[in-house]
């Protein structure tokens, strides 16, 4: 058992299910969180088998709902030593002119503000422990625009000057702050962002081997074992097949 705790936003799918589970196999107390309760349940149940796991459900939009739920951590969870800001999603891919103020607000709600909550939620006792671990999953949607990415890039534009800032705000402190960005991985990602359209999704990672939900999994896990004087900063993970936002040797 390794007596670290890790509190994974987003965990209940994608790149955080798969952080969970490499995690609880490496000893971390976990902290895992989403909406989706009963993929809560089932990671509480298979993964307490392995190591000693909490779930907590709630809704990163909700800034409330956010503090009561990290408030309420019960004392052998409430030092957390890593935040790993993972939570959030793509909603359209629309040209601007035709974008769903919906959409728009789900982005921003989600990837930026929800981000910002669970943060501010943990940072505190970060600061007064004088140590501490945020890794945000940016994307390199956050390096770069691509068309029709708008508004969801602008959400991970976001998180990489938030990443920057968090970094000088929280250096005087002790607490390292970095980001993972990853390209293309298939995940529930398209799935979200073409609402349930799975054929639309499926075609995303069509003629190339995209990234697996496990890449970022073993990446996360490096960067979080680190020794204490190194901080990970800033890394961008693509498929070798992605060489930019738009950029892809497929096969015909
Ligand atoms: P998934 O859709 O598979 O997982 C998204 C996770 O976020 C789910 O666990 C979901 O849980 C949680 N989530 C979504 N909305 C909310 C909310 N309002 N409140 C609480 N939790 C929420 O996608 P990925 O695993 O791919 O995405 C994870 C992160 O990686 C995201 O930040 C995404 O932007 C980023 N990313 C993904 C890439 C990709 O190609 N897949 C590439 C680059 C970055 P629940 O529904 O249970 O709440
Ligand atoms: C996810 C990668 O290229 O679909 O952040 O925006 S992309």
């Known amino acids: 058992m390794i007596d670290k705790t890790v509190l994974i936003t987003g965990a209940t799918s994608g790149i955080g299910r798969a952080t969970a589970i490499l995690f609880a196999v490496k000893g971390f107390n976990l902290i895992l969180c989403g909406r989706r309760q009963e993929r809560l349940d ?19 939009r909700d800034k409330d709902s956010v503090f009561e739920a990290i408030n309420s951590l019960p004392p052998e969870f409430s030092q957390i030593d890593v935040l ?8 359209g891919l629309d040209p601007i002119e ?14 930026v503000k929800g981000l910002l909550y669970v943060s501010k939620a943990i940072i505190p006792k970060m ?10 999953i940016g994307s390199t949607a956050g390096k770069e625009v691509y068309p029709k ?43 979200v962002r073409f609402k349930g359209d799975d054929e639309r999704a499926d075609a995303v990672y069509n003629g190339f081997d995209p990234l697996v939900a496990e890449d970022i999994a073993e990446t996360l896990l490096f960067v979080v074992t680190r020794p204490a004087h190194v901080n990970i900063a800033d890394l961008i993970i693509t498929p070798t097949a992605q060489a930019s936002a738009t950029i892809f040797n497929k096969s015909e």
Request: aromatic residues 4%.
């Open 42 to 60: 089932v990671l509480q149940t298979e993964l307490g088998k392995k190591t000693n796991v909490h779930t907590l459900n709630f809704d990163v």
């Open 84 to 91: 790993i800001n993972n939570a959030g999603n793509a909603h």
């Open 98 to 111: 035709h974008g769903n103020e919906e959409d728009w607000d789900a982005m921003l709600d989600i990837n």
């Open 127 to 136: 600061v007064e422990l004088k140590s501490g671990h945020i890794i945000n």
């Open 149 to 191: 990415g708008n508004v969801y890039c602008a959400s991970k534009h976001a998180v990489d000057a938030i990443t920057t800032g968090m970094r000088m705000d929280l250096n005087p402190h002790g607490i390292k702050v970095g980001a993972v960005n990853p390209g293309a991985v298939e995940t529930e990602f398209s799935n």
